[in-house]
């Protein structure tokens, strides 16, 4: 065997170099083919994105604990991590292409992608195919250009490699630039920039001093939109809505049926009410939660303009990309806030959060009650429709849990020995928080300070001051409801039907 002296250099074998060359034109191939189709879908909106379209597949399929695991693990960035991960997995085929393969493998992820992206009642079959195809026949050309590139020497080689990484690059700018022009289609088309919201006849008071707390890394009493958290089955971009041909429909069991537009939403009598609403993928202590000013028609007044039937027992809601939830119809006329809500904190309702209008129902979690991007209402028996979480194995009743979160100080930070502000915030929507206490190590609970209620659907905040001396030290604390219910001690995960337990932290302190 030959061997190398101090010094000397050398290159890949040709068969080595050659299959280098062809994993690395699959993957460049890929890319090109994934990056073009995104630019297409981003300059005529009636074709769909495929890797959204593959994305919604995986997120509808995926096995209950693989999505509980995704959102405890990543949260709000589930979804980016999801279009990485079906990204990766595309370039990691790419590269393992050849000359029998290309063909078939690309004509079968073009067909499949097609497939998934018209499984949403926004795209047609044959736009989807049409841009499967593109892409599937982009990706098949492209590789077999490169393949008749040569790389026997190193000038080869370096223009290969030169070739290909010019065109990566090129993939990533052609891939940001489609997304850029598909957001930009979707403002134009929804008009929502010109939307003037009317004066409501009700409106909630500002909160008052005595409302707010003055601590340092404490969640503001009203959670900012560009903050206010996101957990929806929609990848990457919301759904397109036209807002000159949306309509919202009231069907199902009721005696007058309804449909109206935005226009006609709009000029109902609109109120304002803050309630806080909540993941039930939140773990304790989690951020899957947040308070907002809503404005929107009280859904009781509306369904009492249909006329609800006798042995209606569920209101369904279905989003225009067809996610569905269920709630019982009793909630809507048990006196607590249920809202078709046109805005959030003082603007129209943002496009991630349900623009032009959404659902809000007090006192229950998100997966049940929260439809955003509205486009039906229907009445039907409680058992006569599963919403689209309950077969994926989630309760059909989902009442939010009492719950409370230690904002600060941070879980394994290292404080200065004196007095510290323990602070956070706790929720009971529909009930209202009464007390909150914190636990020192084994000691005794202490009753913390608590802000004056905005609502008894809004959270509150909470403080306390805590002489810390030096050493270790674990914190918990626990909220009791305005009914007189404490927070479940036993540590319990999202599923089925809410996470409970103490959040508790542990400090040093210096």
């Known amino acids: 065997?030959?061997?190398?002296?101090?010094?000397?250099?050398?290159?890949?074998?040709?068969?080595?170099?050659?299959?280098?060359?062809?994993?690395?034109?699959?993957?460049?191939?890929?890319?090109?083919?994934?990056?073009?189709?995104?630019?297409?879908?981003?300059?005529?909106?009636?074709?769909?994105?495929?890797?959204?379209?593959?994305?919604?597949?995986?997120?509808?399929?995926?096995?209950?604990?693989?999505?509980?695991?995704?959102?405890?693990?990543?949260?709000?960035?589930?979804?980016?991590?999801?279009?990485?991960?079906?990204?990766?997995?595309?370039?990691?085929?790419?590269?393992?292409?050849?000359?029998?393969?290309?063909?078939?493998?690309?004509?079968?992820?073009?067909?499949?992608?097609?497939?998934?992206?018209?499984?949403?009642?926004?795209?047609?079959?044959?736009?989807?195919?049409?841009?499967?195809?593109?892409?599937?026949?982009?990706?098949?050309?492209?590789?077999?250009?490169?393949?008749?590139?040569?790389?026997?020497?190193?000038?080869?080689?370096?223009?290969?490699?030169?070739?290909?990484?010019?065109?990566?690059?090129l993939a990533v700018v052609v891939a940001w630039g489609g997304r850029a022009l598909a957001e930009r289609a979707r403002r134009v088309l929804a008009r929502r920039e010109e939307v003037e919201l009317p004066v409501p006849t009700e409106v909630v008071a500002a909160p008052a001093v005595e409302a707010v707390f003055d601590v340092p890394d404490l969640s503001p009493l009203i959670t900012p939109n560009d903050r206010f958290y996101r957990i929806d089955t929609a990848p990457f971009n919301p759904p397109q809505v036209d807002l000159s041909t949306w309509s919202l429909a009231v069907t199902g069991m009721v005696n007058r049926p309804i449909q109206f537009s935005y226009d006609d939403l709009l000029a109902m009598p609109l109120v304002e009410r803050y309630v806080t609403l909540s993941c039930v993928s939140n773990e304790v202590g989690g951020k899957l939660v947040g308070n907002a000013r809503w404005l929107g028609y009280p859904l009781a007044d509306l369904l009492n303009r249909a006329g609800v039937q006798d042995g209606a027992g569920q209101v369904v809601g279905r989003s225009v990309d067809g996610f569905t939830v269920g709630f019982p119809v009793e909630a809507v006329f048990d006196g607590r806030e249920a809202l078709l809500a046109v805005g959030m904190n003082g603007e129209p309702l943002p496009f991630e959060h349900g623009f032009p209008a959404r659902l809000v129902v007090a006192g229950l979690y998100g997966y049940v009650s929260a439809t955003k991007w509205l486009s039906e209402i229907e009445l039907t028996t409680w058992d006569g429709f599963d919403a689209y979480w309950i077969p994926r194995g989630w309760a059909k009743q989902a009442p939010i849990k009492t719950q409370s979160r230690i904002d600060t100080p941070k879980?394994?930070?290292?404080?200065?020995?004196?007095?510290?502000?323990?602070?956070?915030?706790?929720?009971?929507?529909?009930?209202?928080?009464?007390?909150?206490?914190?636990?020192?190590?084994?000691?005794?609970?202490?009753?913390?300070?608590?802000?004056v209620p905005i609502s008894k659907d809004s959270w509150v905040q909470w403080k306390l001051a805590w002489e810390a001396g030096a050493g270790t030290h674990t914190l918990r604390v626990r909220a009791t409801d305005a009914d007189g219910a404490t927070q479940d001690e036993i540590e319990r995960p999202p599923a089925p039907d809410g996470a409970t337990g103490y959040h508790t932290i542990t400090v040093e302190v210096v």
Request: aromatic share 6%.
């Open 411 to 451: 879980n394994r930070g290292s404080l200065a020995a004196g007095v510290v502000p323990v602070a956070g915030v706790a929720w009971a929507p529909d009930r209202g928080i009464a007390r909150v206490e914190v636990q020192v190590g084994e000691g005794e609970w202490r009753e913390a300070e608590v802000s």
């Open 1 to 169: 065997m030959e061997t190398l002296e101090q010094g000397q250099t050398t290159s890949l074998p040709p068969a080595s170099g050659a299959g280098l060359a062809r994993s690395i034109a699959g993957v460049v191939s890929v890319a090109l083919s994934l990056s073009v189709s995104e630019l297409l879908a981003g300059l005529w909106s009636w074709l769909p994105s495929l890797v959204s379209g593959m994305a919604t597949f995986v997120i509808d399929t995926v096995p209950k604990p693989v999505k509980d695991w995704a959102i405890r693990t990543f949260g709000v960035n589930d979804k980016l991590v999801l279009g990485i991960g079906i990204v990766t997995v595309a370039l990691v085929i790419g590269s393992r292409l050849g000359k029998r393969s290309v063909t078939p493998v690309f004509g079968l992820f073009g067909l499949l992608a097609a497939l998934a992206s018209a499984r949403s009642p926004q795209v047609a079959l044959a736009p989807a195919l049409v841009n499967g195809s593109l892409a599937a026949a982009l990706g098949v050309g492209a590789w077999k250009w490169f393949d008749r590139r040569p790389t026997e020497t190193d000038p080869d080689r370096r223009r290969f490699l030169a070739q290909t990484g010019g065109l990566l690059a």
